[in-house]
Nanobody, 125 residues
Framework: QVQLVESGGGSVQAGGSLRLSCAAS????????MAWFRQAPGKEREAVAT????????YYADSVKGRFTISQDNAKNTVYLQMNSLKPEDTGIYYC??????????????????WGQGTQVTVSS
């Protein structure tokens, strides 16, 4: 069992930055890979970024490449999502997720067995 707790959401104007944090209840590097998803009102949950620290594999959705950075601090059991140059379309609830590492990073919701409660990000124009 892995418990995940997100923090760092809030409201920001377009062009601004936010950093989300996800604290895990146990060490996840190696056995699990981590991801950030988001869900906008009326839309499906989508993967934003994933990371597997030991293999140095990451994935970014095309819509956030060059603006968002996912990172992991193993000493703190924490995953971060640095979000820069935020746009109104980045608005949504952001969820942290953990999935068992099977050799690749998946962007599919069903690949992740553990989820945080979500944190709201609102970007105004």
């Amino acid at each position: 069992q892995v418990q995940l707790v997100e923090s760092g959401g809030g409201s920001v104007q377009a062009g601004g930055s936010l950093r989300l944090s996800c604290a895990a209840s146990k060490y996840t590097s190696g056995t699990y890979y981590m991801a950030w998803f988001r869900q906008a009102p009326g839309k499906e949950r989508e993967a934003v970024a994933t990371i597997h620290t030991e293999s140095r594999r990451t994935y970014y959705a095309d819509s956030v490449k060059g603006r968002f950075t996912i990172s992991q601090d193993n000493a703190k059991n924490t995953v971060y999502l640095q979000m820069n140059s935020l746009k109104p379309e980045d608005t949504g609830i952001y969820y942290c997720a953990a999935g068992l590492w099977l050799g690749f990073c998946s962007s599919a919701v069903k690949a992740y067995g553990y989820w945080g409660q979500g944190t709201q990000v609102t970007v105004s124009s």
